[in-house]
């Protein structure tokens, strides 16, 4: 008598999602020099999709359902999901992922709980479980960290630098000012002349000299004019204060990481270098003027001046309102950089 033992249907294992998680540099990278278009079905709808939402926005499509968005203070994460079971043609986006950098070359990213499950199992630095909610209560999840090793909390992160596509670097906006294109024109047009716009263009790259050192600074770059953005000065040194409006301006600001203290994130402020042009304040008025204010880093072109103390804890460590050379404002800002060196816990 031959004994016959029943045993169920051999199943399939299902193979183990690869995650990969984008650091910073790497979407930055991907903005400025896009990789080819996906070669399938489901990657060539994903990118028709993008090409018709995000026509006034830089975008790189950097997986088959993956689209990366360059916002002006970070760099959003948008999946394409069709509900099992349906046709590509019903491929929606999901929530949105906020991405930043953070101190020391890391990566800081903000995720909302009702984001697709799928998306946080393939390239979100969380666990698949944590997302997909269908409550209307949901939260934010915050992640920092860099080559795949994330931890919850925000880190020292950079609230308002962007992405580089969304911002003019130093070459460009050098050669914006020698040829009188771009951000120059204003310039031009409210007065500068070529010998003026030579001197911003030479403190633009003697201030990212000096603090070229220090990694964790970010260098971004502005112009004033009243056809354009009117300039603004709020100066402080110490019991002296003036509010200066020049005809025109050019302003680099140093840009540091968000610092934490008791618990909560700390805004650094942006120390502002600036060379100005007349500021109608005497007959004899001079055509170039140098100095340096602290800004709340609120956004490009927002100025709001932060709070100078005595103590020197939170000051740009010049004695004057205004100079005629640019050598005691470059060493201050030498100096702030050297002053805010973040050292990781």
């Known amino acids: 008598m031959t004994l016959i033992i029943a045993t169920s249907a051999p199943t399939?294992?299902?193979?183990?999602?690869?995650?990969?998680?984008?650091?910073?540099?790497?979407?930055?990278?991907?903005?400025?020099?896009?990789?080819?278009?996906?070669?399938?079905?489901?990657?060539?709808?994903?990118?028709?999709?993008?090409?018709?939402?995000?026509?006034?926005?830089?975008?790189a499509q950097i997986g088959e359902r993956l689209i990366a968005v360059a916002a002006r203070d970070y760099i959003s994460?948008?999946?394409?999901?069709?509900?099992?079971?349906?046709?590509?043609?019903?491929?929606?986006?999901?929530?949105?992922?906020?991405?930043?950098?953070?101190?020391?070359?890391?990566?800081?990213?903000?995720?909302?709980?009702?984001?697709?499950?799928?998306?946080?199992?393939?390239?979100l630095p969380a666990d698949r479980k944590d997302f997909g909610a269908r409550s209307r209560y949901r939260h934010k999840i915050f992640m920092h960290g860099q080559s795949g090793?994330?931890?919850?909390?925000?880190?020292?992160?950079?609230?308002?630098?962007?992405?580089?596509?969304?911002?003019?670097?130093?070459?460009?906006?050098?050669?914006?000012?020698?040829?009188?294109t771009g951000p120059a024109v204003a310039l031009y047009a409210a007065g500068a002349t070529a010998d003026w716009a030579g001197l911003a263009a030479a403190l633009c790259q003697k201030i990212a000299s000096a603090v070229a050192p220090?990694?964790?600074?970010?260098?971004r770059y502005e112009e004033f004019a009243p056809n354009g953005r009117p300039a603004s000065l709020r100066l402080s040194r110490g019991e002296k204060h003036a509010d200066l409006n020049p005809d025109y301006c050019v302003r680099i600001r140093v840009k540091l990481p968000a610092t934490w203290?008791?618990?909560?994130?700390?805004?650094?402020?942006?120390?502002?270098?600036?060379?100005?042009?007349?500021?109608?304040?005497?007959?004899?008025?001079?055509?170039?003027?140098?100095?340096?204010?602290?800004?709340?880093?609120?956004?490009?072109?927002?100025?709001g001046a932060a709070y100078e103390n005595s103590n020197g804890s939170c000051s740009t460590g010049l004695t004057q309102l205004l100079y005629t050379g640019p050598s005691e404002v470059v060493e201050a800002a030498r100096q702030w950089a050297a002053n805010h060196i973040h050292i990781p816990c």
């Not at 220090?214 to 260098?219: E, Y």
């Not at 402020?269 to 007959?283: Q, T, W």
Request: proline share 6%.
């Open 12 to 59: 399939k294992k299902r193979a183990p999602i690869k995650k990969k998680i984008f650091d910073w540099a790497e979407l930055n990278a991907f903005l400025l020099n896009p990789p080819q278009a996906f070669d399938s079905d489901v990657g060539r709808h994903v990118a028709g999709m993008a090409a018709r939402t995000f026509r006034t926005e830089r975008w």
């Open 77 to 123: 994460l948008v999946w394409a999901h069709n509900p099992p079971g349906t046709a590509i043609a019903n491929c929606m986006w999901t929530t949105r992922v906020e991405v930043r950098p953070a101190a020391g070359g890391r990566t800081s990213y903000s995720m909302d709980t009702g984001c697709n499950g799928w998306f946080a199992a393939k390239h």
């Open 149 to 180: 090793v994330y931890q919850r909390g925000t880190g020292p992160l950079y609230h308002d630098v962007g992405p580089d596509v969304a911002n003019v670097t130093l070459d460009q906006f050098c050669a914006s000012l020698r040829d009188g």
């Open 214 to 219: 220090f990694k964790d600074c970010i260098i």
């Open 261 to 303: 203290s008791e618990g909560r994130c700390v805004e650094v402020p942006d120390f502002s270098a600036f060379i100005c042009g007349p500021l109608g304040l005497m007959e004899k008025e001079r055509a170039v003027y140098y100095g340096a204010e602290l800004l709340h880093p609120q956004g490009r072109h927002i100025v």
